[in-house]
């Protein structure tokens, strides 16, 4: 039986950052059995972005592509806001960074029911490949803006914490009009 894959990657927007080599060891060994064996509501994703830009939490979701010698399936699940904070800018002696706000999500109750029925789909698979991806918007840019930093974690159960899939990734923004 081929293995599963669990792929990382994060949002609809395109940008040209690294995947931390931590979080590649921490997924190189994780396989279907890792997959069907999460706890739909100990799911949680954490999205940091540079003030002034505000994400579209109403938008957010958790994506799935399942891909099998029958073709590729595409699940969604909705993400919906469990804590937002602040994060104070940090002046260092070679470096400062942002003032960032940060999004705590989770699955809604219809997205859990959705994730186990999902689970269920892939275990009953015998091989394919699957891609894991949490998606979101922002809200209107400010014109001024012309590039942001976003970073993108995920939390696979409760006993552990979150693993980031991307830090302080660099996104152009492209103002239209």
Do not use: W
């Amino acid at each position: 039986m081929t293995r599963f894959s669990l792929i990382l990657i994060s949002f609809l927007l395109s940008s040209c950052a690294s995947v931390p080599l931590s979080t590649m060891l921490e997924f190189s060994s994780f396989g279907k059995d890792d997959f069907v064996n999460i706890k739909a509501q100990d799911l949680r994703a954490k999205i940091q972005v540079d003030e002034p830009v505000l994400a579209d939490v109403e938008s957010a979701e958790l994506a799935l592509e399942l891909t099998t010698e029958k073709g590729i399936r595409e699940f969604k699940f909705p993400l919906i806001l469990l804590r937002q904070e602040k994060i104070a800018p940090v002046a260092g002696f070679f470096s400062k960074s942002a003032g960032k706000t940060e999004y705590t999500l989770k699955l809604s109750d219809e997205a859990v029911k959705n994730f186990i029925a999902t689970q269920q789909i892939i275990h009953d698979e015998r091989s394919g490949k699957l891609n894991f991806s949490v998606q979101t918007g922002f809200q209107k840019f400010p014109s001024e803006i012309n590039e942001i930093g976003l970073s993108v974690f995920l939390k696979l159960s409760e006993e552990k914490g979150f693993v980031t899939l991307f830090d302080n990734a660099k996104l152009k923004v492209k103002h239209e009009g």
